[in-house]
């Protein structure tokens, strides 16, 4: 800190001694005029940069310390980060220039000590000040996914939503056109206090809002068009009313899509699949004991005709074997060694050749 200190001393007592030696040479006139020229070509340079300060009282003051050396520089805040200086390391700490850019914010730092919250603007720090973290304030608009959500009937569902969110801070003050107000710095204190992370508890919010919305309803009922815009509205509505409270403005929220999740398909399929066996099995089952009938019924029949053991046999054989083929149920796909023996006996039988 000490050639800061020592700079603006030796700056002035260089200047007084340049102006001395041009009255002691030249007489006071040329001392006059020569004092004239400088502040003239001082506040010429100064206003060269009146837009970028915003103001030519402004423009004069910086520049003034620019030259004399009270201040280490700049610091450019915008796009939520630091861009200038490049590759900055650690707090930049002042005296320094800093010029916030609109839709940003700082919350300055001295020690341990919070010094203030800026918004747009642009400011000195004093000794030892610094930038300790900064706001985006632009309307951060995103996609989100969230799956496992549980509906009414206990099943599990992927939602996928875009929202639109922001710090509640007015456009003006975002824009720098005024300063931010008490209340708008209060919103910063409690984010900086509470959530730092404050992206993450917006994101947070909305995915209890979806369970607990979703959850509620039936999946026959999400699954219709119209109540997706409805389902959208409600979940808008729940989040609101938990980051409001914060200072968060949750601007829109939109359900693109509701589906099954992959899991709870994959099982749904299996379950039919299985289904289905099951009803073949069932089929084959009776059709078995059909022939089973068939076959004593014609074994029976055959013997109360007073037939021959070997013709009773013969006789039945061939009226279970006909019974039996007839009774297939339709559509009954038979597995390819079943369906050989089938033939064969139907050959057997001279039901076919």
């Known amino acids: 800190m000490l050639r800061f200190r020592l700079r603006p001393v030796a700056t002035v007592l260089l200047f007084v001694a340049l102006l001395a030696l041009m ?46 050396g009270t201040t280490r520089g700049f610091q450019k805040i915008e796009d939520g980060t ?13 005296p320094r220039l800093v010029i916030v850019a609109p839709y940003n914010a700082v919350v300055l730092e001295r020690g341990a000590q919070q010094t203030g ?7 000195k720090t004093g000794a030892f000040e610094f930038v300790k973290r900064i706001y985006d304030l632009r309307p951060r608009q995103e996609s989100l ?18 929202t639109t969110y922001s710090i509640a801070i007015s456009r003006p003050a975002k824009l720098g056109l005024k300063k931010i107000t008490g209340g708008e710095k ?33 999946l026959a009922h999400l699954m219709k068009l119209p109540n997706q815009d409805e389902l959208g509205e409600a979940i808008l509505s729940l989040a609101r009313a938990r980051v409001e409270p914060w200072g968060i403005l949750l601007d829109q929220l939109r359900v ?3 589906r099954l999740t992959d899991e709870v398909t994959d099982a749904t399929t299996e379950s039919w699949v299985a289904g289905q066996e099951q009803k073949t ?17 014609a074994l029976a029949a055959a013997a109360g005709r007073g037939l021959s053991n070997d013709a009773v046999y013969r006789e039945a054989w061939c009226r279970a074997i006909e019974r039996m083929s007839k009774s297939i149920p339709e559509g009954l796909v038979l597995e390819p060694d079943i369906n050989e023996v089938l033939i064969t006996l139907k050959k057997s039988a001279g039901l076919i050749r």
């Not at 200086?85 to 650690?90: L, N, R």
Request: positive net charge; contains cysteine; proline residues 4%.
């Open 117 to 123: 919250i800026r918004g747009p603007e642009i400011f």
């Open 186 to 218: 209060g919103i910063l204190q409690n984010i900086d206090q509470r959530m730092p992370d404050w992206q993450q508890a917006v994101r947070s919010a909305i995915e209890r809002s979806v369970r607990d919305v979703v959850r509620a309803r039936k």
């Open 23 to 68: 009255v002691y040479d030249f007489g006071p006139w040329a001392g006059a005029c020569a004092l004239a020229m400088a502040v003239i070509a001082f506040v010429l340079s100064a206003l060269a940069y009146q837009e970028f300060y915003g103001s030519a009282r402004t423009a004069i003051r910086f520049h003034w310390s620019a030259m004399m």
């Open 82 to 94: 630091t861009t200038l200086p490049k590759g900055a390391a650690g707090p930049v700490l002042g």
């Open 281 to 297: 099995q069932n089929a084959r089952a009776r059709s078995l004991a059909q022939w089973v009938t068939t076959m004593a019924d």
């Open 256 to 258: 693109e899509s509701l």
């Open 145 to 162: 996914t969230f799956r496992g959500v549980l509906t009414a009937d206990g099943l599990l569902t992927t939602v996928n939503l875009s």
